[in-house]
T-cell receptor, first 121, second 113 residues
């Protein structure tokens, strides 16, 4: 395991359908993050987990979005009743937090997956 | 208003030339600043990371500078190659903010032969 894996790489769905994405972090990393990136923009924070606990959620994460990390390893991001505005690249990242504060992962690095590109038609 | 602003938005240079990308931020209190390279359709890949006490860091042909007083950073690319064509994103981490990163909008660099 040399990186963060995301599945699927691409997903095309009809408006109103539910979709689920998976992220497998680097195995020894205890923190996992989800970001959303629209074309030509930088990624925007959605949520993050420390082990299985979801510690923070962005206002971008509407009630149609839910993320889980049940065993503190892989994570899933589900979008219910998809809308065209949900079309974006969904990026997962992981890091090893060496302390509770851990200064944004400065000491441990922060690794991104290749993302899942969602297109809602 | 975005707390991390990058310029220019896009840049075209000839292979072999140097270029410098700029990043201004207002994120406070500051923890660290990173530069990432993102190829089209891929996730960002870290180039450099600098904390408050560091004012320059190199990674091969990439050299990042940081002025924490003026809250400015730059990424200098030397002897550009076609493979340098990508988006370069400046990312700032806020102290004691639970690891959330604030991203700039990126500079899209195209290197032409």
């Amino acid at each position: 395991d040399t990186g963060v894996s995301q599945d699927p790489r691409h997903k095309i769905t009809k408006r109103g359908q539910n979709v689920t994405f998976r992220c497998d972090p680097i195995s020894e990393h205890n923190r996992l993050y989800w970001y959303r990136q629209t074309l030509g923009q930088g990624p925007e924070f959605l949520t993050y987990f420390q082990n299985e606990a979801q510690l923070e959620k962005s206002r971008l994460l509407s009630d149609r979005f839910s993320a889980e990390r049940p065993k503190g390893s892989f994570s899933t991001l589900e979008i219910q009743r998809t809308e065209q505005g949900d079309s974006a690249m969904y990026l997962c990242a992981s890091s090893l937090a060496l302390s509770w504060e851990d200064e944004g992962g400065a000491k441990s690095g922060y690794t991104f997956g290749s993302g899942t590109r969602l297109t809602v038609v | 208003k975005n707390q991390v602003e990058q310029s220019p938005q896009s840049l075209i240079i000839l292979e072999g030339k140097n270029c410098t990308l700029q990043c201004n931020y207002t994120v406070s209190p500051f923890s660290n600043l990173r530069w990432y390279k993102q190829d089209t359709g891929r996730g960002p890949v870290s180039l450099t990371i600098m904390t408050f006490s560091e004012n320059t860091k190199s990674n091969g042909r990439y050299t990042a500078t940081l002025d924490a007083d003026t809250k400015q950073s730059s990424l200098h690319i030397t002897a550009s190659q076609l493979s340098d064509s990508a988006s370069y994103i400046c990312v700032v981490s806020k102290r004691n903010a639970g690891n959330m990163l604030t991203f700039g909008g990126g500079t899209r660099l195209m290197v032409k032969p």
